[in-house]
């Protein structure tokens, strides 16, 4: 069940995070560079040629040229031109796939009238895709340029260290679109002695480029004074860098390293004494041993993500209260353990409380939550599923007004939660209770003024009726009620959950007829789970499929089906590789077509029934950075 909520809350962590989120890089861009404003003349002839043998080299349907026709090439889409000097100063060719994340067609290649363009300031070919093709060694003969993004263009071979030439530059974006599990690079720099050369640059990705060969990386990113955003996720970095003896890094506000193996103590390290910075993200790191107390000082952190590193049952330093601006703390399968009193007690204790996001799942916490909320009151994600916490839910958890995310699955906590306790809950847009001693306690003609995307009340005594309440829940994408002692279907279920993404009502004592058409259900596949005795309609012969002890096994799909969105918590879909879903049962439970032609069933003994469907294109869900979390 871990496994099956991962996805579900980064998707609805995207809606928390608009204001946390790092603006795309047209936006940073801008916020250092403005644009200058159009010519309002036609534009210099050479350029204007440089700019159609450019087109001629990219291939379309990835880059719109649709525009690009007439004289004056200033107002071609993606063309922006000096209003004092006429000359070509921006050129954004960034592919039309939205996220830059889909397969697309190859793209072409660079043409080298690129270099014609010596007043350009800001070349955007990101999305693009140059599969198999190496950067061009003469991109580095634009003196001017200040932003060069070509990320997500799948380039293979040696960085050129030319790009060291590019003395103005303040923003490069270099990540290759490798794949998101990280087996192999495409990219990979000889060493990063040219980044000593880029004094200027104040926004630096080099996520999935292959680093493993470099050995003084600290040292060279210490040559970049200005630097502000360093983003080396999954570089297969492995020597930690204890400490600098100067650091030239005072302007540094974000750091991602996560998904390098380290290996290694999380202190002492190099990045403890740098007291600007407001983002940490470490997680996946094969770090261990204790938060070090000099995290105290580090009082501009407004993230800390630490998740899946071994913090080897210690509890966070009671330094933590210092850190009066944190908005986010992710420590997620850190093996913090101790009394939740106790870590709730020392987190940031001033007098506005910022905290948004708290994530302490997977861990060994215990005891009953206090039934003070501390920090806590503006919180809009909390997170607690698998601890050992025991006793009622406290009140103070019912009135978070402006709780998106709520999880308090697989904890010994009980009492009964009625309509009373859910009913402040108006932005509630995940609920998680599953496997708990809670009991549900509804009245059926409650309806709720929250719109939830996903619930999970699995093994909760909720039967036998289905829980009507529900009934409004037209947008759920998730609906986890297995093994919650349900015995019948209401008719209205097939049209109230037509959209959802994730149905699970296995090991429930369901029977009955299902509807003539299943039509209207945005279903690719329905599987009849565990023992169940069924037939379609026009076959006389009932197929039984015996149940299975096991646990949920991860079951692949076709190529051509987008994502499965199993919205949950723990990290299948987390990235974009694993087309996979998670069902139960001791045989190839789901068959993957892409457009499953799915025969009314009747259950012909009780049963338990699982829906599986996958989402379309529009509604798929979107994973995005989101800082630490």
């Given at each position: 069940?871990?496994?099956v909520?991962?996805?579900?809350?980064v998707?609805?962590?995207?809606?928390?995070?608009?204001?946390?989120?790092?603006p795309?890089?047209?936006?940073?861009?801008?916020?250092?560079?403005?644009?200058?404003?159009?010519?309002?003349?036609s534009c210099?002839?050479?350029?204007?040629?440089?700019?159609?043998?450019?087109?001629?080299?990219?291939?379309?349907?990835?880059?719109?040229?649709?525009?690009?026709?007439?004289?004056?090439?200033?107002?071609?889409k993606?063309?922006r031109?000096?209003?004092?000097?006429?000359?070509v100063?921006?050129?954004?060719l960034?592919?039309?796939?939205g996220?830059?994340?889909?397969?697309?067609?190859?793209?072409?290649?660079?043409s080298?009238?690129?270099?014609s363009?010596q007043?350009?300031?800001?070349?955007?070919?990101?999305?693009n895709?140059f599969?198999?093709?190496e950067?061009?060694?003469?991109?580095?003969?634009?003196?001017?340029?200040r932003?060069?993004n070509?990320?997500?263009n799948?380039f293979y071979?040696?960085?050129?260290p030319q790009?060291?030439?590019?003395?103005?530059?303040?923003y490069?974006?270099?990540k290759?679109?490798?794949?998101?599990n990280?087996?192999?690079?495409y990219?990979?720099?000889?060493?990063l002695?040219?980044?000593s050369?880029?004094s200027?640059?104040?926004?630096?990705?080099?996520?999935?480029?292959?680093?493993t060969?470099?050995?003084d990386?600290?040292?060279?990113i210490?040559m970049l004074?200005?630097?502000?955003?360093?983003?080396?996720?999954y570089?297969?970095?492995?020597n930690?860098?204890?400490?600098?003896?100067?650091?030239n890094?005072?302007?540094?506000e974000v750091?991602?390293?996560?998904?390098?193996?380290?290996?290694?103590?999380?202190?002492?390290n190099?990045?403890?004494n740098?007291?600007?910075?407001t983002?940490?993200?470490?997680?996946?790191?094969?770090?261990?041993?204790p938060?070090?107390?000099?995290?105290?000082?580090m009082?501009?952190?407004e993230?800390i993500?630490?998740?899946?590193?071994?913090?080897?049952?210690?509890m966070?330093?009671?330094?933590?209260?210092?850190?009066?601006?944190?908005?986010?703390l992710d420590?997620?399968?850190?093996?913090?353990?101790?009394?939740?009193?106790e870590?709730?007690?020392?987190l940031?204790?001033?007098?506005?409380?910022?905290?948004?996001?708290?994530?302490?799942?997977?861990?060994n916490?215990?005891?009953a939550?206090p039934?003070w909320?501390?920090?806590?009151?503006?919180l809009t994600y909390?997170?607690?599923?698998?601890?050992?916490?025991?006793?009622?839910?406290?009140?103070w958890?019912?009135?978070?007004?402006?709780?998106?995310?709520l999880?308090?699955?697989?904890?010994?906590?009980?009492?009964?939660?009625?309509?009373d306790h859910?009913?402040?809950?108006?932005?509630?847009?995940?609920l998680?209770l599953d496997?708990t001693?809670?009991q549900i306690k509804?009245?059926?003609?409650?309806?709720?003024?929250?719109?939830?995307?996903?619930?999970?009340?699995?093994?909760?005594?909720?039967?036998?009726?289905?829980?009507?309440w529900?009934?409004?829940?037209?947008?759920?994408?998730?609906l986890?009620?297995s093994?919650?002692?349900?015995?019948?279907?209401?008719?209205w279920f097939?049209?109230?959950f037509?959209?959802?993404?994730?149905?699970?009502?296995?090991?429930?004592?369901?029977a009955?007829?299902?509807?003539?058409?299943?039509?209207?259900m945005?279903?690719?596949?329905?599987e009849?789970?565990?023992g169940t005795t069924?037939k379609?309609?026009?076959?006389t012969?009932?197929?039984?499929?015996?149940s299975?002890?096991?646990?949920?096994?991860y079951?692949?799909?076709?190529p051509?089906?987008q994502?499965?969105?199993?919205?949950?918590?723990a990290?299948?879909a987390?990235?974009?590789?694993?087309?996979?879903?998670k069902?139960?049962?001791?045989?190839?439970?789901?068959?993957?077509?892409?457009?499953c032609q799915?025969t009314?069933?009747t259950?012909a003994a009780p049963?338990?029934l699982?829906l599986?469907?996958?989402?379309?294109?529009?509604?798929r869900y979107?994973?995005?950075?989101?800082?630490?979390?």
């Open positions: 069940m871990p496994e909520r991962f996805l579900v809350q998707t609805l962590v995207v809606l928390l995070c608009l204001l946390l989120t790092v795309p890089p047209v936006t940073a861009l801008a916020s250092v560079h403005p644009a200058p404003p159009a010519s309002n003349g210099i002839t050479h350029e204007r040629d440089a700019l159609l043998s450019i087109k001629a080299s990219l291939r379309d349907p990835n880059t719109d040229f649709s525009s690009w026709q007439g004289e004056d090439c200033c107002r071609w993606g063309v031109c000096s209003y004092k000097t006429g000359h100063v921006k050129l954004n960034r592919g039309k796939t996220d830059c994340l889909e397969v697309y067609p190859y793209s072409g290649e660079i080298y009238s690129l270099v363009l007043q350009l300031r800001y070349l955007d070919l990101s999305c895709n599969y198999g093709a950067i061009p060694k003469f991109i580095g003969s634009l003196p001017s340029l932003y060069l070509l990320s997500y799948r071979g040696r960085i050129p790009i060291g030439n590019l003395s103005k530059l303040t490069l974006d270099l290759p679109f490798g794949p998101n990280h087996q192999f690079y990219l990979y720099p000889g060493d002695q040219w980044l050369h880029l200027s640059l104040k926004h630096l990705d080099l996520s999935n480029v292959n680093l060969t470099v050995v990386w600290v040292h060279n210490n004074p200005a630097l502000r955003k360093l983003y080396l996720q570089t297969g970095l492995r930690r860098v204890a400490f600098v003896g100067q650091s890094l005072t302007a540094l750091l991602d390293i996560s998904g390098n193996n380290f290996n290694t103590t999380i202190a002492p190099w990045f403890w740098s007291t600007s910075l983002s940490l993200n470490l997680k996946y790191c094969q770090f261990h041993g938060i070090p107390d000099d995290i105290g000082s009082t501009s952190l993230q993500s630490l998740q899946r590193n071994n913090l080897m049952s210690t966070i330093p009671s330094s933590f209260k210092n850190l009066c601006n944190l908005k986010i420590l997620e399968q850190t093996n913090t353990s101790g009394d939740i009193t870590l709730m007690d020392r940031p204790n001033c007098p506005s409380s910022k905290m948004q996001m708290l994530d302490l799942s997977y861990n916490l215990c005891g939550l039934d909320s501390g920090p806590l009151t503006n909390l997170v607690l599923a698998a601890n050992n916490l025991i006793g009622p839910i406290p009140q958890i019912w009135a978070l007004n402006d709780l998106v995310i999880e308090l699955a697989g904890n010994r906590l009980n009492g009964i939660v009625t309509e859910l009913k402040g809950l108006t932005a509630l847009r995940f998680a496997n001693l809670l509804i009245s059926p003609n409650w309806i709720p003024q929250f719109k939830l995307q996903a619930i999970i009340l699995a093994s909760l005594q909720l039967g036998p009726a289905f829980p009507p529900l009934r409004s829940q037209t947008s759920l994408q998730l986890h009620i093994n919650a002692s349900i015995t019948e279907i209401p008719d097939w049209v109230a037509s959209s959802a993404e994730f149905v699970d009502l296995s090991d429930n004592q369901i009955g007829t299902l509807p003539a058409t299943l039509e209207f945005e279903a690719h596949t329905m009849d789970i565990g069924y379609e309609e026009g076959h012969n009932a197929h039984t499929q015996p299975s002890p096991s646990d949920y096994d079951v692949r799909r076709c051509q089906l994502t499965a969105t199993t919205l949950g918590l990290s299948l987390s990235s974009r590789e694993w087309k996979g879903i069902t139960r049962g001791n045989r190839a439970a789901l068959s993957a077509h892409h457009r799915t009314p069933v259950i049963g338990m699982m599986i469907t996958y989402p379309s294109s529009e509604t979107k994973k995005d950075r989101i800082g630490s979390v």
